[in-house]
């Protein structure tokens, strides 16, 4: 079977001055193969508007870089959840999270329970990156090769995931379903 051509978005959900954000979603992308999958990025610390909204409905998944803040995830990324509806429908997202004992968990969980209220599919594996401070290098992210397992992992169910829903889109923004 040939693999589908597909879209995602990376969304970069840190806005804080003095963001790791960038760094981590950098990471991510320099742990998949060069092949397989086209990615656009939109940084929430960029304004957004229409073009993101095109971005956003053209994507087959998502993948969602968030810091933890306050037990949760920053509230920029609820502003564009809450900002878009079938843009999301019936599409998967995986998240990158980071912080510092727990990696972001927290944030991700909270997460977990929004997107499954706008239809999106939330993967079960993604990364989860403690402490990502301390292994910064002028601003570059240099983890182990369990930490890029992790991230190749996230995407092979993200594309799985994005080549199963993408054929039912369609039928879905046409107003069958």
């Not at 597909?6 to 963001?19: H, P, Y």
């Not at 995830?73 to 564009?80: R, S, T």
């Amino acid at each position: 079977m040939t693999p589908t051509h597909l879209n995602f978005v990376l969304i970069i959900a840190s806005v804080r001055a003095g963001r790791i954000g960038p760094s981590v979603a950098r990471w991510f992308l320099d742990q998949l193969p060069p092949e397989g999958a086209e990615f656009d990025v939109i940084d929430l610390a960029e304004p957004t508007g229409a073009a993101t909204t095109r971005l956003l409905d053209h994507a087959d998944g998502f993948v969602v870089v968030t810091p933890e803040y306050n037990h949760s995830y920053p509230g920029e990324l609820k502003v564009l959840i809450d900002a878009h509806r079938t843009e999301w429908k019936h599409k998967p997202v995986t998240f990158v999270s980071y912080g510092g004992m727990s990696g972001g968990l927290r944030a991700v969980e909270h997460l977990r329970t929004v997107v499954a209220e706008v239809y999106m599919v939330g993967t079960r594996n993604g990364v989860v990156i403690h402490m990502p401070w301390e292994h910064l290098d002028d601003g570059t992210l240099t983890l182990d090769d369990t930490a890029g397992d992790s991230a190749r992992q996230a995407m092979d169910e993200l594309i799985w995931w994005a080549e199963l829903l993408k054929p039912q889109r369609p039928v879905v923004t046409r107003g069958v379903a």
